[in-house]
């Protein structure tokens, strides 16, 4: 499948890509295409061991001449999001991704792409089988789990790369490069609240509000689009009026991606079906033109439900849980006044859900400062301590503290300009490169991060620019074969 990849340019880069395409890799579920890249190496005659984790490393010998150049470690994460429309079924862990080119962009048929970080790891392999390239010793680390927790970095075994410098290829704009990211935690919310049996006169409806654009939860978090979690329980808070009950929700799947979609289900009394549908329809509307041109799509839809529910969170558990989702921290919490245009610290309302009284619910914080993480995830403690809701916080990770003073940087600067024509903008990024955490266990590593053009990432709108990444591929070359140099100097 995706033949058409290996037509497009570079060829050898695409080539890897197309397999990481045919490759069902979801987070957790990276062991088969680490199995194939493996098998990849030892054809290759390439060095390859895993970690403790499970991290994948690759190792090749430098050019002759040019072993005491310092060693390049080619850094990238090997899962990917798992987003796909609502009407589209798609097996994440089992069907691979149908690429397609449209107007100079690269895209998936109604699901994410992949392109995060699927083009760094495709690059980072085509260096190495890369016969005519010039180089110092080469050493290409694969991470686990990078979308779903920093697992694969976090649990990164330390005294095991050798490298001096590493290239992060999971950076998403070309003219650019990235000596700096966000940390962040996960905040789990979870509680078992008290229901009882829908009384005569109630009837049960479906609540959904659907085609959101989405986005990545630090990059697009400033953009003002709707996050569908949000906007829900807006519209169920101005439906408490009519004394509805929360029965069930489902909103988002995954923590790091703007919510798109949300779906609830209510208890109402059969006399107010009518007016609760007539105030359906004018929020609607009012969402509407809210979001008119930043996020067109929004459609909020009752349906009435044939199925009697069993059990209905009470009135005060109802209305005490849409109060504290309602006054949940979410968006820009506060722009950087250190770093200008930059987001410092936010806040993803990700993942929602009410089955049977069980309330879970799962954000992301980032920031730049970690004291800022800290302070945010214990204002959702705070909060839902009121509800009497269980809070704790998993996958906390650092920031990136940026180098401006690196001669890795200034090198990438001189080199952009002769292969560009430009300097590139040198960037701090609101997401989680795991440049952070790799510094934290290697702190004498030397790091930037850049790649092609990327949008949409973490949502079915992933494309990636095609002339953007031969210019990646030209500049990623050039870089390498310039570290290849220092072997004049003993540098």
């Keep these: ?46 060095v390859h061991d895993r970690d403790g984790f499970g991290n994948l490393r690759l190792r090749k010998p430098a050019t002759p001449g040019h072993e005491n150049a310092p060693s390049v470690i080619l850094q990238g994460h090997l899962d990917m999001v798992a987003q796909a429309n609502a009407d589209h079924p798609h097996d994440f862990t089992r069907d691979p991704i149908e690429t397609y080119v449209e107007d100079g962009w690269l895209r ?19 260096i190495l089988e890369d016969s005519e390239l010039v180089h110092g010793p080469l050493e290409a680390l694969f991470t686990l789990e990078e979308e779903s927790s920093m697992g694969g970095a976090l649990q990164l075994a330390e005294n095991w790369l050798d490298g001096r410098v590493l290239l992060n290829l999971d950076s998403e704009d070309r003219g650019e490069v990235f000596i ?34 989405g986005g990545h939860s630090g990059i697009d978090i400033h953009r003002g689009r709707g ?22 929700y489902r909103g988002g799947t995954l923590r790091n991606a703007i919510p798109r979609e949300a779906f609830a289900t209510l208890m109402l009394s059969a006399d107010e079906i009518d007016a609760v549908a007539s105030r359906v329809a004018t929020l609607e509307q ?41 006054a949940a921290p979410y968006g820009v919490e506060r722009m950087s006044s250190s770093v200008p ?28 400062r970690d004291s800022a993480v800290n302070d945010l995830a214990d204002r959702f403690r705070g909060l839902f301590d009121l509800i009497g809701a269980r809070t704790r916080v998993e996958n906390a990770y650092p920031g990136w503290t940026p180098a401006t003073d690196s ?36 702190p004498a590593l030397e790091m ?31 870089l390498i074969e310039d570290l290849a140099c220092d072997t004049a100097t003993g540098a």
């Design 1 to 46: 499948m995706n033949e058409h990849l290996e037509q497009l340019a570079p060829q050898p880069l695409w080539r890897h890509f197309r397999t990481l395409c045919n490759t069902p890799r979801p987070s957790g579920h990276e062991a088969e295409l680490v199995a194939i890249l493996e098998r990849w190496a030892e054809r290759q005659g390439l």
């Design 108 to 126: 998936a048929r109604h699901t994410t792409l992949g392109a995060d970080n699927g083009l760094g790891v495709a690059a980072a392999l085509a």
């Design 180 to 213: 700096g990211c966000a940390g962040g935690a996960d905040v789990v919310v979870e509680a078992q609240l008290p229901t009882a049996e829908p009384g005569p006169g109630e009837v049960a409806v479906q609540l959904a509000l659907t085609g959101l654009s």
């Design 227 to 248: 996050n569908a979690n949000r906007l829900l329980v807006r519209v169920l808070r101005a439906l408490e009026a009519y004394d509805i009950r929360l029965v069930g």
């Design 286 to 326: 009012e969402l509407r033109t809210e979001l008119a041109g930043v996020d067109e799509g929004l459609t909020l839809a009752m349906t009435p439900l044939e199925a009697r529910p069993a059990q209905a969170l009470n009135a005060h558990a109802s209305h005490m849980l849409l109060a504290a989702l309602n």
């Design 341 to 368: 245009g930059v987001v410092e610290t936010s806040n993803n309302l990700g993942v929602v859900s009410l089955d049977e009284g069980r309330f879970y619910l799962c954000a992301l914080v980032r920031s730049l």
């Design 407 to 442: 001669a890795l940087l200034a090198r990438f600067r001189r080199l952009h300009l002769q292969h560009v024509g430009s300097e590139p903008a040198v960037k701090v990024i609101h997401a989680g490169l795991e440049c952070g955490i790799l510094a934290g266990k290697y």
């Design 448 to 478: 930037i991060s850049f790649g092609p053009s990327i949008r949409g990432a973490h949502s079915p709108d992933e494309r990636v620019e095609l002339s953007s990444v031969e210019e990646f591929w030209r500049l990623l070359r050039a």
